[in-house]
């Protein structure tokens, strides 16, 4: 093999493996606190953790609003489908727009798994 080939070689597998990093980096969805959350503006396909606030959830039609605390700040979530106060953590994974978290999911945090809807 040509120094020249090798070279073309080395740049190819370099050149695959910056894109799998890449690909792999930009899949892979923030993890935050509610403190850290209200300090951003807007913030895309995030996950953050904290317990739901007692008395806050409400359940009207298919969808549930309810407020996350990490014992510092709260924030309010609008999520797509039905929930009820779980004491614990959770996360919550959606979008976070004007105040708002539009989540996509609620997950049930337990020590040993994670559990769909807050059930």
């Known amino acids: 093999m040509e120094n020249r080939e090798k070279l073309l070689v080395g740049v190819a597998i370099i050149s695959f493996s910056l894109a799998i990093t890449f690909s792999l980096f930009h899949s ?40 996350i605390t990490d014992g510092v700040n709260e924030v309010k979530v609008i999520y797509s489908g039905k929930i009820t106060y779980y004491e614990g953590q959770v996360v919550v994974v959606g979008d976070y727009k004007n105040g708002v978290i539009y989540a996509t999911q609620v997950l049930r945090k337990c020590h040993t798994e994670y559990r769909v809807g807050g059930q």
């Open 28 to 67: 892979i969805s923030p993890y935050t606190t509610v403190s850290d959350l209200v300090e951003l503006r807007n913030a895309k396909n995030i996950q953050v953790v904290g317990e739901i606030v007692k008395n806050s959830v409400v359940n009207k039609n298919n969808t549930t609003i309810f407020e």
